[in-house]
């Protein structure tokens, strides 16, 4: 069993940047693969970002190429999302999942263990 406890989120105007970060317990971190996924409201939750177990591949969606950079830290076991230039497109629920396979996946249904969530609102 996995546990995945998120934070970081918060109020931020357009422009800004947040770092959120989700800590993982309850099994060797090296053996997880990462992603980031988000849920506006209304919406369907969708992949923002991923990475292997061992760092050494990342993907990104197309909205957030170039703003946002995910990021692990073993010791740690922390998982990153720095998001820079923010945009009110940007405000979702954020979770924190992982998969126990060496590559990263774009599809929620691929991971197994799912964080709470942190709120992330981008206002104009």
């Known amino acids: 069993q996995v546990q995945l406890v998120e934070s970081g989120g918060g109020l931020v105007q357009a422009g800004g940047s947040l770092r959120l970060s989700c800590a993982a317990s309850?099994?060797?971190?090296?053996?997880?693969?990462m992603g980031w996924f988000r849920q506006a409201p209304g919406k369907e939750r969708e992949f923002v970002a991923g990475i292997n177990w061992s760092g050494s591949s990342t993907d990104y969606a197309d909205s957030v190429k170039g703003r946002f950079t995910i990021s692990r830290d073993g010791y740690k076991k922390t998982v990153y999302l720095q998001m820079n230039s923010l945009k009110p497109d940007d405000t979702a629920v954020y979770y924190c999942?992982?998969?126990?396979?060496?590559?990263?996946?774009?599809?929620?249904?691929?991971?197994?263990?799912w964080g709470q969530g942190t709120q992330v609102t981008v206002s104009t």
């Open positions: 309850g099994r060797t971190f090296s053996t997880l693969s």
């Open positions: 999942a992982a998969r126990t396979d060496s590559r990263a996946s774009s599809w929620s249904h691929e991971y197994d263990y």
